[in-house]
């Protein structure tokens, strides 16, 4: 099918289904390997936390057959709700990767964290269908460039308005991997984007909750059934991504068809503009700040109680979403300025470690919390928000001030991660649940995915701490 007033939909269409293993180039392959490295050590440290705990108690009540792994624990489980328990377990720590911009007016944060709502759903049926690593990387790659093209073309206003992209773009890019995984044909693919498409969903209102992850595990499970759906001859709209009820109009109020129609591996999002890897346990849009925060406490050896105050100037676009003053939990704490610049004072440290409830709680964390002042500057502002700009200034009880502008942070692609400290974040992750030699064995397999011949071996490392 093609139709001019299906152009959207035909292109998504014909890139997934024209495009296979060897299509994808090198450098693209590099990088969704990092990315299964991040998200496998993610989803592993994810099984730890509350959200965690009750989505694996919910699927006990719920049964059904044993399909695909709840990643690190004996679960098995249907496989979209091995994608569901993943998913959530993936985001539960506001810790995994972040989509960049490729144009000035999607702005940072608007866009979405293209790996763990992808990620758990090409898992979860490459388990169940025995798939090869080769596929299973094929579909990953798929779904992370659709999510991420799609994330682009929507307008501003769809997460501007409060919609949680990672959830409602983010089973697009799921429901991909899993089309792809099961070879479905054309009819079937366009059927299964106009049900997950009905079933986009995610509110920025829930930022500091459980149910922020919850979002990007249901994305996952909503990628699963709708593939299973679509192939067992469930029908749908066939050109859901165009037209006046269509996705993007009803999402977004439109797109810019440029940004998807010929843009598709061309060129790849995860090589340009890039993927950028958390280097902090929070929000995204703190991160350069934060760095540029730890980086003036070190190199001047700054201590706790010689600082007066922390100021923060910066856009409102950062602001907003990082709003909470007074955190009074981990989850709060991922989305407060407050408490990502007062743990640096204090441990000069902003890990999994330190966003816990009772760190969060600290009598010594609140006090110094006090100190930091973060305020929308007019100059920053100005600029635009195509980087996330801002200025740190540490004022001293003596009157000495230390400043340092911030706009990149480690993990981008301008200040990229190497293998090692990489494995330093993956062996943080993982280290919550497995030895160090059961790390080191999934973390060189995960590098070498794509030459798997089926992913069962990977599969039976990733479940409760084993002997090896």
């Known amino acids: 099918m093609s139709d001019s007033d299906s152009l959207i939909t035909d292109a998504v269409v014909e890139f997934v289904l024209n495009t296979e293993y060897e299509n994808i180039p090198e450098d693209v392959r590099v990088i969704m390997r990092r990315c299964f490295v991040d998200g496998i050590g993610l989803m592993v440290a994810g099984s730890t936390e509350e959200s965690g705990h009750v989505i694996q108690n919910y699927?006990?009540?719920?049964?059904?057959?044993?399909?695909?792994?709840?990643?690190?624990?004996?679960?098995?489980?249907?496989?979209?709700?091995?994608?569901?328990?993943?998913?959530?377990?993936?985001?539960?720590?506001?810790?995994?990767?972040?989509?960049?911009?490729?144009?000035?007016?999607?702005?940072?944060?608007?866009?979405?964290?293209?790996?763990?709502?992808?990620?758990?759903?090409?898992?979860?049926?490459?388990?169940?269908?025995?798939?090869?690593?080769?596929?299973?990387?094929?579909?990953?790659?798929?779904?992370?460039?659709?999510?991420?093209?799609?994330?682009e073309a929507i307008r501003p206003d769809h997460y501007i308005n409060g919609f949680h992209s990672t959830g409602t773009i983010g089973a697009i890019g799921a429901a991909t991997a899993a089309a792809k995984l099961m070879g479905l044909d054309e009819h079937q693919l366009r059927m299964c984007y106009g049900i997950v498409c009905s079933e986009s969903a995610g509110l920025r209102a829930n930022f500091g909750t459980m149910t922020k992850p919850y979002h990007c595990g249901r994305a996952a499970e909503n990628g699963v059934v709708a593939a299973r759906l679509a192939s067992g001859g469930y029908t749908s709209d066939p050109t859901i991504f165009d037209g006046q009820w269509g996705f993007?109009?009803?999402?977004g109020g439109g797109c810019d068809k440029d940004y998807i129609v010929g843009k598709l591996g061309n060129a790849w999002s995860a090589v340009d503009p890039g993927v950028s890897?958390?280097?902090?346990p929070c929000g995204s849009l703190a991160h350069p700040a934060m760095?540029?925060?730890?980086?003036?406490?070190?190199e001047n050896d700054?201590?706790?109680?010689?600082?007066?105050?922390?100021?923060?100037?910066?856009?409102?676009?950062?602001?907003?979403?990082?709003?909470?003053?007074?955190?009074?939990?981990?989850?709060?704490?991922?989305?407060?300025?407050?408490?990502?610049?007062?743990?640096?004072?204090?441990?000069?440290?902003?890990?999994?470690?330190?966003?816990?409830?009772?760190?969060?709680?600290?009598?010594?964390?609140?006090?110094?919390?006090?100190k930091v002042n973060p305020f929308m500057d007019d100059e920053i502002e100005a600029q635009g928000y195509a980087l996330?700009?801002?200025?740190?200034?540490?004022?001293?009880?003596?009157?000495?001030?230390h400043e340092k502008m911030s706009e990149i942070s480690r993990g981008t692609p301008q200040r990229p991660?190497?293998?090692?400290?990489?494995?330093?974040?993956?062996?943080?992750?993982?280290?919550?649940?497995?030895?160090?030699?059961?790390?080191?064995?999934?973390?060189?397999?995960?590098?070498?995915?794509?030459?798997?011949?089926n992913i069962h071996g990977l599969i039976d490392l990733l479940g409760e701490e084993v002997e090896v």
């Open 59 to 151: 699927l006990k009540e719920i049964g059904g057959e044993p399909e695909a792994r709840v990643i690190g624990t004996g679960m098995t489980v249907p496989a979209h709700l091995a994608a569901l328990a993943n998913g959530v377990a993936g985001h539960a720590m506001d810790y995994d990767d972040t989509q960049l911009s490729s144009y000035p007016d999607r702005v940072y944060g608007l866009l979405t964290h293209p790996t763990c709502p992808v990620l758990p759903s090409a898992l979860a049926l490459a388990e169940a269908l025995g798939a090869t690593g080769q596929e299973l990387l094929t579909a990953f790659a798929l779904g992370f460039e659709v999510e991420c093209k799609v994330a």
């Open 302 to 370: 700054i201590k706790p109680d010689q600082v007066k105050e922390l100021r923060f100037g910066t856009t409102s676009r950062v602001l907003e979403p990082l709003r909470y003053k007074e955190p009074q939990n981990e989850l709060e704490a991922k989305f407060s300025l407050q408490f990502g610049f007062g743990i640096l004072l204090l441990e000069r440290a902003a890990g999994i470690a330190q966003y816990k409830d009772e760190v969060v709680r600290r009598p010594d964390v609140v006090e110094i919390m006090k």
């Open 388 to 401: 996330i700009r801002g200025k740190v200034a540490i004022e001293l009880e003596d009157g000495t001030v």
């Open 417 to 453: 991660m190497d293998r090692e400290e990489l494995y330093e974040k993956f062996t943080e992750c993982t280290s919550l649940v497995y030895e160090s030699n059961q790390i080191a064995l999934i973390e060189a397999m995960l590098y070498k995915i794509d030459t798997l011949e």
């Open 248 to 251: 993007f109009q009803i999402m």
């Open 291 to 298: 760095d540029a925060a730890r980086d003036l406490i070190l």
């Open 277 to 280: 890897i958390k280097p902090y």
